[in-house]
């Protein structure tokens, strides 16, 4: 894992406060709503089929999180993907990891249809996505734990 950029911190503050920006200009029925439920529940469909099709590995509860392992790498990227409440992933499912996803989890539930749009709209960069700096960057893997700020 190479060092982040020196400004990394200063990078997320920056996306978070857009991200807070951003969710401003959502109308409020649509988050944390039966509308976003909705789009949870969809999620966590796709992810169940999408999982249940390609994993060749153990599937389990963790949380309320359901681990899918096994999955070829094509399926997904980096170390997984989280769709609804389904962690999708080949076996990358250490403690951090998992409490990462599980945050992902929480941002389905909140905002539903909209997460994929607005996760694609963040952006691929981890470190300017605020979706990974909520869930948390050390615990997913894009920032070693020697480069966070020891508060």
């Known amino acids: 894992m190479s060092a982040p950029p020196a400004d990394w911190e200063a990078q997320a503050e920056r996306a978070l406060a857009r991200g807070r920006r951003v969710d401003r200009w959502i109308p409020s029925f649509l988050l944390d709503s039966p509308i976003s439920d909705l789009g949870f529940y969809w999620g966590t ?5 999408w999982g249940g099709l ?13 681990v899918f392992r096994g999955l070829p790498s094509w399926a997904y990227r980096r170390g997984g993907v989280c769709v609804g409440r389904c962690y999708l992933t080949g076996n990358n499912v250490s403690a951090p990891v998992l409490a990462h996803e599980a945050v992902h989890a929480r941002q389905w539930r909140r905002y539903g249809f909209l997460m994929p749009v607005l996760y694609a709209l963040a952006g691929r960069n981890a ?20 480069y966070a700020r020891k508060s």
């Open 54 to 66: 390609l994993s060749t590995g153990r599937v389990e509860n963790v949380d309320r999180l359901l």
């Open 127 to 146: 470190l300017r996505n605020r979706f990974e700096i909520e869930a948390g960057l050390v615990q997913g893997g894009y920032v070693h734990a020697r």
């Open 45 to 49: 469909a796709v992810g169940m089929i």
